[in-house]
């Protein structure tokens, strides 16, 4: 969290604690402050402390972030921007990384040392970054994918639902969309 707020780091998302009302997080990506005032804290090996400025009902809903996620401090700290290669990168989840082509695939091979390792049941995912909606549904259709996410094309939603049922699974998805007018031009001036 430190890392993501640090000006140095120039995250994208280094507002994303300020949005969170950590303790200390506006002021350190405003450049006055040190990272190490944000308001979080290892209480033990297994214990993080957060500090908020005002309650935050849904805190602990926006922790499922990435921008939010441990990274490995030393790691990162010796390779640079090559941390997330995959012969340095340190993880914590059931699965690591074993291989990172981009725009090719991702393949993660089960991790031994994770702490519930005995209940991981598949050995490797690859995932694949299929940037068209209309191929990655074709993929599946073809068997050559097990899951797609998110993006169905509109004009084969009914089609599919009809030729898939209980496959296709439509969730509610939290997120805000706007529209920003160009107030500069008519007829929004």
């Excluded at 780091?9 to 402050?33: C, E, F, H, M, R």
Aim: glycine fraction near 4%.
């Amino acid at each position: 969290m430190r890392r993501l707020v640090d000006p140095n780091t120039a995250s994208p998302y280094s507002s994303y604690l300020v949005d969170a009302k950590v303790k200390g997080a506006d002021q350190i990506v405003a450049g006055a402050a040190g990272t190490e005032t944000l308001g979080v804290e290892a209480i033990d090996d297994k214990t993080l402390q957060v500090t908020l400025t005002e309650p935050v009902p849904y805190f602990p809903d926006m922790l499922i972030h990435n921008s939010v996620k441990p990274v490995h401090q030393k790691t990162v700290e010796e390779f640079g921007d090559k941390w997330t290669d995959p012969t340095n990168i340190v993880v914590n989840g059931p699965y690591t990384v074993s291989k990172w082509q981009i725009n090719d695939e991702l393949v993660l091979s089960r991790n031994s040392e994770y702490y519930d390792d005995a209940n991981t049941t598949l050995d490797t995912i690859t995932m694949l970054p299929i940037p068209s909606s209309v191929t990655d549904v074709s993929r599946y259709q073809a068997g050559e994918v097990d899951v797609t996410y998110n993006e169905i094309p509109t004009e084969q939603f009914n089609s599919l639902q009809t030729d898939y049922g209980k496959e296709l699974r439509v969730s509610p998805y939290l997120c805000t969309y706007y529209y920003e007018f160009n107030t500069v031009k008519p007829p929004f001036d």
